[in-house]
């Protein structure tokens, strides 16, 4: 008896627990990327023009099983999704994809190929460009901890790639509090 309402107690405790998980997760598809038509050139003017720090770019693939558990840990996050699309225009390409691409250099590519011409080795790998148009960091691999992937943006918008590796960037911050997705801007 006494299992058998242990057993009711955690049922009941993770029936209410879920709509409350439930309700932390957004569709990263929706929320996390932003609609891309395919030009590069575009998304940096957008960037420069409504003032975030540049364009952030997730190669990826559907089958992918880091780019999955990314998306599902890290990417459907609220707080992750904010903060980014307040930063950065942030656009998925598929590396396995047809849609055509038009490069930083003006030059057409299917997804596909666009990957390989970039030299992509492995998925996840986010590309930070800055609104000038150049690449200004490459992080190769998943980050399913959503405050380690803040950090990475707030490693790339603040400048201290520049002198620092991400590694010392997080050993730096470790414990420090990134600013909230509803702190105005560069707060």
């Not at 950090?151 to 600013?179: E, I, M, W, Y």
């Amino acid at each position: 008896m006494v299992r058998a309402l242990r057993v009711f107690s955690a049922v009941l405790g993770l029936a209410f627990a879920l709509p409350s998980l439930a309700a932390e997760y957004r569709d990263p598809a929706e929320h996390f990327f932003q609609a891309f038509l395919g030009d590069l050139r575009a998304e940096i003017d957008d960037a420069r023009s409504s003032g975030r720090k540049g364009v952030v770019v997730m190669y990826h693939f559907e089958e992918c099983p880091a780019c999955t558990r990314m998306k599902k840990a890290v990417l459907s996050r609220p707080e992750v999704q904010t903060w980014y699309r307040r930063e950065f225009a942030v656009i998925g390409i598929d590396t396995r994809g047809a849609q055509s691409i038009t490069g930083l250099d003006g030059k057409i590519h299917p997804e596909n190929q666009y990957a390989r011409t970039v030299a992509i080795k492995g998925t996840p790998t986010f590309d930070f460009y800055g609104v000038e148009g150049s690449l200004q960091y490459r992080h190769v691999g998943g980050i399913y901890d959503p405050a380690e992937f803040l950090l990475l943006g707030q490693f790339v918008a603040s400048g201290a790639f520049r002198g620092q590796t991400f590694a010392d960037f997080k050993r730096d911050h470790r414990g420090v509090n990134l600013p909230s997705p509803t702190s105005p801007k560069g707060k």
